[in-house]
């Protein structure tokens, strides 16, 4: 059975600072996604690694995956309120394409105050 | 972009009442799903719906769930009768074909079912 454990589950952090979100996982993926969901809203997609090594950026997230490892981190530089958010990490299985069978993370929630 | 849209945002319900929710997901995708969300704890996967059936579903997805896709754009998800742990934001989703370019997955905004 595949577990996806993310930590930490609650960041409060200031304005201007660094910080990274872990996600271990407990078989061999080699797909695995960043979600971002406010308050009452659907998920919105980050990011989407497929590959040992991938690492992807958007504005002041960044992304990256070790398969080796079984663990992505989401890297926060610069933190601004607009990112105070929960965060998911989710795991697909290795399997073709039937299926995307996420498994989530229990979600970082992040509060980035002024 | 393109959504998925999902309707009703928001049921309310009797115990052991039958509920039927919808999404349409987006036209030229071919994946469908359902994953569901308690309040305050993990995403959880329902079911996988390809080629007009069931792919994958998960072990909350006893008898009492149904999907079905009736038409070219509407995917349904039925609840005979309704327990109050049932209650949940659900989520329909969907994705195109093909990998690894077409790996993103669309949420959407959710159906918020209140059981009494």
């Known amino acids: 059975e595949l577990k996806v454990e993310q930590n930490p589950l609650f960041l409060s952090m200031q304005e201007g600072k660094n910080y990274t979100i872990y996600c271990n996982y407990s078989?061999?993926?080699?797909?695995l996604y960043w979600y971002r969901q406010d308050p009452g809203k659907s998920l919105e997609s980050l990011f989407v690694?497929?590959?040992?090594?991938a690492v992807k950026q958007e504005g002041r997230l960044m992304a990256s995956l070790d398969t080796k490892a079984r663990l992505s981190t989401l890297h926060i530089t610069a933190a601004v309120h607009d990112l105070s958010a929960t965060y998911f990490c989710a795991v697909a299985p290795p399997r073709g394409n039937a299926g995307n069978m996420l498994t989530f993370g229990g979600g970082t929630r992040l509060m980035v105050k002024p | 972009e393109p959504e998925v849209t999902q309707t009703p945002s928001h049921q309310v319900t009797q115990m052991g009442q039958e509920v039927i929710l919808r999404c349409v997901p987006i036209?030229?995708?071919?994946?469908f799903y359902w994953y569901r969300q308690i309040l305050g704890q993990k995403v959880e996967f329902l079911v996988s719906f390809y080629n007009n059936e069931i792919s994958e579903k998960s072990e909350i997805f006893d008898d009492q769930f149904s999907v079905e896709r009736p038409d070219g754009s509407n995917f349904t998800l039925k609840i005979r009768s309704t327990k109050l742990e049932d209650s949940a934001m659900y989520f329909c989703?969907?994705?195109?074909?093909?990998?690894?370019?077409?790996?993103?997955?669309?949420f959407g905004s959710g159906t918020q079912l209140s059981v009494l």
């Open positions: 690694l497929l590959s040992n090594g």
């Open positions: 989703a969907s994705r195109s074909w093909g990998a690894p370019t077409n790996e993103k997955l669309f």
């Open positions: 078989t061999t993926s080699d797909r």
């Open positions: 036209s030229n995708h071919l994946y």
